[in-house]
């Protein structure tokens, strides 16, 4: 029989719905080429109804979110709502119910003429990183006091237990070893300055890697020479790890190097539960309805959600039509607006390719 697999499908704001529609027309082809279907249950939570209701997500919303297998977010974001309401209310919120601890960054460069480094090929820009998505700065924790007076006082606690730690460090070692490139877990701190943090996640990446990942080699980067490793070296890496804050940044950082959010996808995951898969890229309003924007990265986090539901030759599929779409010839750039072909022609492209 059919596997059908059950998908909560949150186009969201801005082009959101329209890169949303590329990448389920791509995963749907994969589908029907590899045997399995997709039912998906939309939901119309983001900025346009957030300014109708006052509503973010409810909490039925996320005990819905339980019942699929996972979760396809457009883009969410809206020039008429204060920063932090959507993404604290609805992403943040999404990944800390749902306990979706790892973020899941593939960096791929698909062409050379994309990376804004000098005479880096395919070859160099080829790495993953794993970022810890539910601790550390990102808890809240803290608070501030006299508010609004001149003794105004803030603070936000870098919080991290041991097991959160452990449970991110073991999928970033299973996830080099089932890789199986250069076998090397980088893990990306600041222990010379944050001698707590950085401590513990130095000794959890150096016990676990010697106790049970001895065919993965261990290296370590400070944050900020990582910056640098990443311009000059980006070659070095295979599969990064590191803590909530440092990712956010450095991921950015990386979606540059491999050819900007036109083609950065990612996923929420939890390994044990309910996974999120998302493009990089915002809501971009300003294109919004143009059919200019790039569904590349949509189509990517597509094809990162199918290989998680266990459709591992799907999404290797989809991979590749999308490696070979972009080496057509026919797509002229990454970027909005010149691409040479329009959103949905671009997603067209893909599928056929498929
Ligand atoms: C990301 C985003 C989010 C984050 C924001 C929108 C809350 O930048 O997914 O990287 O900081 O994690
Ligand atoms: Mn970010």
């Known amino acids: ?197 950085g401590d513990l996640w130095v000794r959890a990446h150096k016990e676990m890697g010697d106790r049970d990942y001895p065919d993965i080699r261990q290296d370590y980067n400070h944050v900020d020479a990582c910056t640098m490793w990443l311009v000059k070296q980006p070659e070095w890496y295979d599969v990064i790890v590191t803590e909530n804050l440092f990712g956010d940044i450095i991921t950015d950082l990386a979606a540059i190097v491999q050819g900007g959010l036109g083609v950065a996808a990612g996923g929420n995951i939890n390994p044990e539960g309910v996974s999120m898969f998302e493009c990089m890229g915002g809501s971009a309003p300003k294109y919004t309805g143009k059919n200019i924007i790039n569904p590349i990265a949509a189509i990517a986090a597509g094809g990162m959600m199918l290989d998680t539901l266990g459709e591992t030759d799907a999404a290797a599929a989809v991979d590749r039509a999308v490696t070979a779409a972009l080496n057509s010839g026919k797509i002229k750039s990454l970027a909005a607006g010149r691409m040479g072909l329009g959103t949905s022609e671009v997603g067209d492209l893909v599928a056929s390719t498929l």
């Open 1 to 197: 029989m059919k596997n059908t697999y059950s998908i909560a499908l949150l186009p969201g704001d801005g082009t959101g719905p329209e890169v949303t529609r590329e990448a389920v027309k791509v995963i749907d082809a994969a589908a029907s080429k590899f045997g399995f279907t997709l039912d998906y249950t939309p939901y119309d939570f983001g900025g346009e109804r957030y300014l109708k209701t006052g509503e973010t997500l409810p909490d039925s919303a996320i005990e819905e979110f339980r019942k699929h297998q996972a979760i396809y977010l457009g883009a969410i974001g809206h020039p008429d709502v204060k920063p932090g309401i959507l993404e604290c209310g609805i992403l943040l919120k999404t990944r800390f119910e749902l306990d979706q601890y790892i973020n899941l960054r593939p960096v791929k460069l698909y062409r050379q003429d994309d990376c804004p480094l000098k005479d880096k090929t395919p070859e160099d820009v080829d790495f993953v990183v794993i970022r810890e998505n539910t601790g550390g700065i990102y808890t809240g924790l803290g608070g501030v006091v006299q508010q609004g007076t001149p003794l105004e006082v803030a603070t936000q606690v870098m919080l991290y237990s041991r097991p959160v730690v452990d449970r991110c460090m073991k999928y970033a070692y299973e996830y080099a070893r089932r890789r199986n490139r250069k076998k090397m877990l980088t893990l990306v701190h600041k222990c010379n300055v944050l001698t707590h943090c």
